[in-house]
């Protein structure tokens, strides 16, 4: 049976393009409906789209195997973004009122107006998130109804470089697809993975991804600070291939082997691990290759913290992503970091169903999509996608009505002699045409009184059916007649 209401989200990551389609239910719980995965490590690159015909050909297959899924049309789709130069930059309006002014709803839209209205070299404002207001002198979360002479509004605004802005369009916009809206990937992640009481105390939220790192610093319910290190668990595959081995089997040792941290007392100097049938990799250099990547990545974590911020984090670090499932890797964080309260987030935290295994698979590389798949609110189904079966049969049943509404017309018109269309009576011979006529009798007093031809194909395949299977008893009947 086909999906009448559903929301379309599409993940574009470094490692793979990921399609799913689900629908909310009344008590917040998410059903998921289809989910297509297609690898993009070709096309896409520390989350930046680098080959546009690749990442349409990757679009268009999503979308229509998720149509094929759901067996209904897609009109839009949800697009979350990320990677590579999402920055986030503060700004600050500043509105001068007239003497004992009370601030209106009206008034603060038009400060954020002003603010989103703002115009920077070569890059795009994705979103902005109000900081504080500062009401002639005091600081205030929600201004309203404050009288004032002078309004100050402090935003953050998400910034994407524009170029990969018009290219995730432009993709989309060739593969005949509707974006219904465009998140930052980021900002969705932490509403779905963080709770009230983290970003309320503050907290940092780290999505360790193939070839990038995103930091989201979050203090008083507020996102703060926002930045992607362009390094990521691809990284340290690199490095281990180093070793003279495929890609391929240098991201099998690292799931196999790898770990973020290991005690020095921990290291056994004799033990070895097997590159192929010839080689061995001692252990130790192996430790030494992957934790000082890992160690790389952590450090530009901490130094991308404000100092501001940096000890108000009562919410600790939150890990996820792909990345925090290395072995260990809390314990790397709390080494490097300094910061005891460490968490991987491996799932959302809303309630999800489906008959995936995959899908519900806690491990932190679903969680994007599925919070993008929170956030969309509009339904995305469009027309429902006929069964195989039925291309030709809906053509043949209208086909169907059509014969047996010209079948049973009273006051039909023969085609004139010579021309295209019914043979006519005379061609057909005086006695065929008197059995036509007999036909009509016979159809006429069987139905009862005869109907207008547009009535006929009104009453359905039901009627339909029924003239066919008279015509074809006395079908029979004439040719069981002898000749007169």
Known sequence: ????????????????????????????????????????????????????????QCISSIVK?????LKAEISRVYVGVGGQSIVSVKNVIVKDLPEGTVVSQDLVNELMDMNRAMSYQDKIILDAAVQEYKVDSLLQLNPVGIQCSRLEGNYLNVLWRKSFYNNVYNCFDMARVTIADMFPAPQVLADSVLTDAEKRSGCVLVDLGADTTTVSVYYKNILRHLVVIPLGGNNITKDI??????????EAMKLKYASAYTDAENIDST??????????????????????????????????????????LLGGIILTGGGSNMKDIDKAFRNYMKIEKIRIAKFVRQTVTSSSADTLAHN????????????????CAGEETPEPGDLFGQDQTVRQDSVAAEAFQPNRPMTPAGQSGVRQPADAGGSGGGR?????????NEGGTQQPAENN????????????????????KFLKEPEE
Not at 241 to 250: D, F, G, K, N, V
């Open 65 to 69: 195997k998720l149509s094929s899924a």
């Open 436 to 444: 036509l006529d007999k036909a009509n009798d016979i159809a006429i």
């Open 241 to 250: 291939a180093s070793l003279q081995m495929e890609e391929s089997e240098a």
């Open 364 to 379: 932190g590389t679903m969680n994007t999509v599925l919070a993008i798949l929170a956030k969309g609110e509009m339904n």
């Open 1 to 56: 049976m086909a999906a009448k209401e559903f929301i379309v989200a599409i993940e574009l990551g470094s490692s793979k393009v990921t399609g799913i389609a689900g629908k909310k239910n009344l008590d917040g719980s998410i059903s998921v409906l289809a989910v297509v995965k297609e690898d993009s490590s070709s096309f896409i690159r520390k989350g930046v789209v680098y080959n546009i015909n690749q990442t349409v």
């Open 271 to 312: 033990k070895t691990y097997p590159i192929d049938s010839e080689r061995n990799v001692e252990c130790r250099k192996f430790i030494e290759i992957v934790e000082g990547r890992m160690q790389e990545i952590i450090e530009n974590v901490r130094h991308q913290i404000p100092l501001e911020f940096a000890d108000r």
């Open 457 to 476: 194909t009104g009453k359905g395949k039901k009627n339909a059916k029924r003239s066919i299977s008279k015509l074809k008893i006395w079908f029979d």
